[in-house]
């Protein structure tokens, strides 16, 4: 099992990863500060899941999952954002991620989202009430 983290904060990688391994024992962890170093990094593996954050330093927004798509289009994407709006979540889905955790979650959700996407697979949060 292959894992790639695109997340430019390096706490929220650290945090992550520990679940990636935690959640799949044995999985190799690779991680990139940026839609360029994810591309480059996807290149050299055969990922078997992407954790991708919308706000990248070099292409902010859905961008960079469209992007990632074109080029990995068997990769299976997971986004993980601070942005808990439903319309973005859900040009997310249709853009092509397989699902979506908002960085509020609970922490068992990412384990729970991860495995619902190797699956086979998508995940969408719950609705929380007061988010739109």
Excluded at 53 to 61: F, H, I, K, M
């Amino acid at each position: 099992m292959e894992v790639l983290l695109v997340d430019d904060q390096a706490i929220t990688v650290q945090v992550h990863a520990a679940a990636v391994r935690k959640t799949f024992s044995g999985a190799k962890v690779h991680t990139a500060v940026d839609l360029p170093e994810a591309l480059q990094i996807a290149s050299g593996h055969a990922l078997d899941l992407v954790l991708l954050d919308l706000l990248l330093p070099t292409c902010n927004g859905i961008e960079a999952l469209q992007r990632f798509r074109r080029a990995y289009p068997a990769v299976p994407v997971l986004i993980v954002s601070a942005n808990e709006d439903r319309a973005r979540i859900q040009e997310c889905l249709a853009a092509g991620a397989r699902g979506y955790v908002p960085k509020s979650s609970a922490i068992v959700d990412l384990p729970a989202a991860m495995k619902t996407v190797i699956a086979g697979g998508h995940y969408s949060p719950p609705q929380r009430p007061g988010v739109h």
